[in-house]
């Protein structure tokens, strides 16, 4: 057994989840020790595997036609990018594109969360990113107002 198995095995006991739950972590960890990863190698294939478990892209978007999915009459949703929309305005407005995760808001207790506000117009070709904005209870207060 492998040292990096070995030390999930450990920091899973900790958790104390049971078997039943992370029987199947151990076997992708042993998986990845069994690649025979060096330092590099192992740095880049850790970046790509979360990038897709997270259903992220690992290039830029296109914009192309092929990448988007109607969602109902005038929005479609990135196949590859789930939290970037196209809405074709009526009234032959200009297309909107925009990621609904451009900002994410961090309040003065540290809670996170995403709104109206979160959207931030794109243009093609984008890598999506997110802006984490920090603000306090009276900055919110006043922003209201």
Known sequence: MSRLVDHAKRELEILGNGPDFDDHILEMVGTFAGAGHSGFSAAYAIEVITKLLKFEPLSPLTGEESEWESMVEGISLNKRCSRVYKIINA???????????????????????????????????????????EFSAEEEKNDQT
């Not at 032959?92 to 969360?113: C, H, I, M, N, W």
């Not at 506000?117 to 984490?132: A, D, K, L, W």
């Open 91 to 133: 009234n032959y407005l200009p297309t909107e594109v925009y990621d609904s995760q451009g900002k994410v808001f961090l309040d003065e207790d540290g809670l996170a969360y995403t709104c109206m506000g979160s959207r931030t117009s794109i243009t093609f070709p984008y890598t999506p990113h997110t802006e984490i904005v």
